[in-house]
């Protein structure tokens, strides 16, 4: 406890002696990944340099560091030597280049200790660790990955390949090594003998083994197929705020999944913003009906395939009119792509449409329609969509 305290408090200086991480001295500032170079020897590269990579989202540094350290004190008394354990602990941002340091240790790393937090899910990084080692014990047919679940209740499907060990019970205990609970120890040391073993049965090390691609934004499109303004009984739907259905499509050209976390979109006519919408629910549709399906959520897009889905979009603010009122739109189709708010959008794509007086004079009219022309519609939602044209798709590269 001790030691991590002194770590966090030099700036990340001291990694070195709290993990057993040989540093070199001009390897010490905080936002440079903690580890040996290894472009120094050339005749290194021709094996491992770590047996354990940590893979973490530096969301709980505390934790994972005293984790480690214990971890590693265990390994290297059941090994007869000390481990070589790989922890970055660099303030790198999602929007920053692959580090070519880091990305040398994970290749030339043994294993993969994945760190599983809600926050480890949401980070093209984290998931470019995890996705290496997943297809490198896929194609060796070796179990080299194994995750250790901190915090958090839902994942990605990309995470539940491999089975994980569940410490979620004690990542929010801060007590010193000391105090630290029996049960606690007990699974640090089977997962120290269990790492032991994929450790020596690892295969040779190849040098043809390459790091999973982070998907290019380039490689990923999303746009409006169609598009219908909702209005609704006010006597069913009294909160009902602007409402849209619109048909989604988002194409992944690349080789590896992505996450679509959350969609929204923001209207403007003549320069001026008056709407946004979030995603609220997915529908199909029966003939011409929209029917709903279920409650919006993340959705995996397959490599080299297409996702198509009726999304509708509401307005949160509920004292703004459900009445469009005629005029030209300028739209923006938001999407969070392996992240989520309040982290940018990383896909966007504008459009516009066009609202005509007869429109905006049918939703009134609807709005305020009686119980006898409700019943008459025939439709157990008393909802009613009008479609607009989509023109003039422009999507951000």
């Not at 030597?81 to 920053?96: C, L, R």
Request: proline content about 8%; hydrophobic content about 40%.
């Amino acid at each position: 406890y001790d030691k991590v305290a002194s770590f966090l408090a030099s700036d990340f200086k001291d990694v070195g002696a709290l993990v057993g991480i040989d540093l070199p001295s001009d390897a010490r500032p905080s936002k440079e990944p903690c580890a040996t170079p290894a472009a120094a020897d050339p005749a290194r590269k021709l094996g491992y340099l770590h047996d354990v990579f940590v893979s973490h989202d530096r969301s709980m540094p505390e934790f994972v560091l005293d984790f480690v350290h214990q971890l590693r004190e265990e390994l290297s008394l059941l090994r007869g030597q000390p481990a070589q354990i790989f922890v970055d602990v660099g303030e790198i941002q999602a929007a920053e280049s692959w580090d070519e340091q880091i990305e040398e240790s994970l290749l030339r790393s043994k294993m993969l200790l994945a760190m599983l937090t809600p926050r480890y899910s949401e980070s093209p990084l984290c998931k470019k660790e995890y996705l290496t080692f997943a297809q490198r014990a896929r194609r060796s047919q070796s179990v080299l990955l194994v995750p250790v679940l901190v915090r958090g209740e839902t994942f990605p499907a990309w995470l539940h390949e491999f089975r994980w060990v569940d410490l979620r019970k004690f990542s929010s205990q801060r007590t010193p090594p000391s105090r630290r609970p029996a049960a606690l120890q007990r699974e640090i040391v089977l997962l120290a003998e269990a790492l032991s073993v994929v450790i020596t049965e690892a295969p040779p090390y190849d040098p043809k083994w390459a790091a999973s691609p982070l998907i290019p934004e380039s490689e990923v499109r999303l746009w409006p197929v169609d598009l219908a303004l909702v209005t609704g009984d006010r006597e069913e739907h009294p909160d009902l705020g602007p409402t849209v259905n619109m048909t989604c499509a988002l194409s992944n050209e690349g080789p590896e999944p992505v996450e679509l976390m959350h969609l929204e979109m923001t209207v403007t006519r003549a320069g001026e913003s008056l709407y946004h919408l979030a995603w609220h629910s997915f529908y199909g549709t029966v003939g011409l009906t929209h029917v709903k399906a279920r409650q919006s959520e993340r959705i995996t897009i397959a490599g080299k395939s297409v996702w198509r889905q009726g999304v509708q979009f509401r307005e949160s603010r509920s004292d703004i009119s459900n009445i469009w009122p005629a005029g030209s739109y300028e739209l923006e189709l938001l999407g969070w792509l392996d992240r989520r708010p309040p982290d940018p959008p990383n896909l966007k794509t504008k459009f516009r449409s066009q609202v005509d007086s007869f429109i905006e004079l049918e939703m009134r009219r609807w709005r305020e329609a009686s119980a006898k022309d409700w019943d008459e519609l025939r439709d157990s939602d008393r909802a009613v969509g009008f479609p607009l044209l989509v023109t003039d798709i422009r999507v951000d590269k």
